[in-house]
């Protein structure tokens, strides 16, 4: 686990940090370039893109919300890598009003097609934002965990309803617009012409276990983080992980 993440917040970024750090680390030694142009599509506050530039990467955050742009700023301040992070205000759908088309080595694009009205549209413009052979960071709810959740809560009739739904809604109630499974995910990725490395489990127990529990029990967290490592990669584990982490790969340029 990376020092430029809280312990505690650790249990949700882990796994996901992990991949990054070592698809970044890859892309550096493969263009020569150690560092790399990160383009972080609803990046909100900076929770992944300023650790991204403590490793020397610059980084673009585009968010729709100036609230978490500013928050973003601060924090990048804070760090003081605020000159290899910029934030601009902007979402998905239009996206290169805002970022450059085919400018990118790596782009993240975390906690987005849940709220977009087309996700296929938003792959493909995240997509479109990478140069050959770069990579995309995918990471979306995961309809399982939904499902889960909600029966384990005692909420059964809800977790029917989100398995049933076509975007894995437990009710009117339900904060999250869209849920997928890990087949939808890939399928996007796919459709919009990169190549699949991996699909990764996040937070497969992390948010089952009583907080309670990982805060006093000794050696309880490590443990716990040790564990979501373990099942993450197991297929097994896709259908049931809160969300889901998709690494997708771009063509060279003969293949683009």
């Known amino acids: 686990m990376s020092d430029t993440l809280r312990p505690r917040a650790a249990l949700r970024t882990a796994v996901v940090w992990e991949v990054l750090q070592d698809a970044l680390e890859r892309r550096a030694k493969a263009t020569g370039r150690p560092a790399l ?3 972080d599509t609803g990046g909100g506050s900076g929770n992944f893109a300023v650790p991204v530039a403590r490793l020397g ?7 729709p919300s100036p609230n978490a742009l500013f928050a973003l700023e601060r924090r990048a301040a804070e760090a003081d890598v605020a000159d290899r992070v910029r934030g601009v ?5 239009g996206l290169f009003d ?7 080595d790596v782009v993240l694009c975390h906690g987005v097609l849940e709220y977009v009205d087309d996700p296929a549209e938003g792959v493909r413009n995240t997509v479109a934002a ?3 052979e770069g990579v995309l960071s995918l ?4 309809l399982g965990g939904a499902v889960l959740s909600r029966a ?4 059964f009739t809800e977790a029917r309803q989100a398995l049933e739904d076509p975007n894995g809604r437990w009710g009117a109630g339900d904060p999250v617009p869209r849920r997928f499974t890990a087949g939808q995910l890939t399928a996007l990725v796919e459709g919009a012409g990169l190549r699949v490395g991996a699909v990764h489990g996040v937070r497969v127990f992390a948010d089952l276990v009583p907080g309670g529990l990982v805060d006093t029990e000794p050696g309880a967290l490590d443990a716990l983080l040790k564990l979501e490592a373990a099942a993450a990669e197991l297929a097994a584990f896709h259908s049931v992980a809160t969300q889901l982490h998709v ?6 340029a003969e293949g683009a």
């Open 130 to 132: 990478l140069r050959p």
């Open 247 to 252: 690494l997708g790969e771009a063509p060279g």
């Open 152 to 155: 384990l809560a005692g909420h």
């Open 98 to 104: 805002v970022a450059e088309r085919g400018g990118y």
């Open 89 to 93: 205000q902007g979402d998905a759908h």
């Open 139 to 142: 990471l979306a709810a995961g």
């Open 57 to 63: 990467h610059r980084v673009t955050v585009v968010d």
């Open 37 to 39: 142009d990160v383009l």
